[in-house]
């Protein structure tokens, strides 16, 4: 089992950056695939971008590609989500999941609010 507890969320311009972390703790964070997920007022949540555990390989939602980058760093037991050229409609609560098979998230942080002004 593990936590996870998301931060770096914000206040930002449009075209600006933030980095999104996830911390998590309990368990060897090698062991999980990580995802980052997104839900905007009234929308339902989506999918953003994943890691896989062992790997590294990266999958985007076509939203994002080119504009945000997941990582991890397995020894930090921490994953990221680097966030570019920001755009109103990033706005949202970012949550950070992780799971021990590839696209099944057992796991969910909090969330951590990104909000992105015109």
């Known amino acids: 089992q593990v936590q996870l507890v998301e931060s770096g969320g914000g206040l930002v311009q449009a075209g600006g950056s933030l980095r999104l972390s996830c911390q998590g703790s309990g368990s060897p964070f090698s062991r999980y695939h990580v995802g980052w997920f997104r839900q905007a007022p009234g929308k339902e949540r989506e999918f953003v971008a994943s890691?896989?555990?062992?790997?590294?390989?990266?999958y985007y939602a076509d939203s994002v590609k080119g504009r945000f980058t997941i990582s991890r760093d397995n020894p930090k037991n921490t994953a990221y989500l680097q966030m570019n050229s920001l755009k109103p409609e990033d706005t949202a609560v970012y949550y950070c999941a992780a799971g021990p098979v590839p696209d099944e998230y057992a796991y969910w942080g909090q969330g951590t609010q990104v909000t992105v002004a015109p």
């Open positions: 890691i896989r555990g062992s790997s590294s390989r990266t």
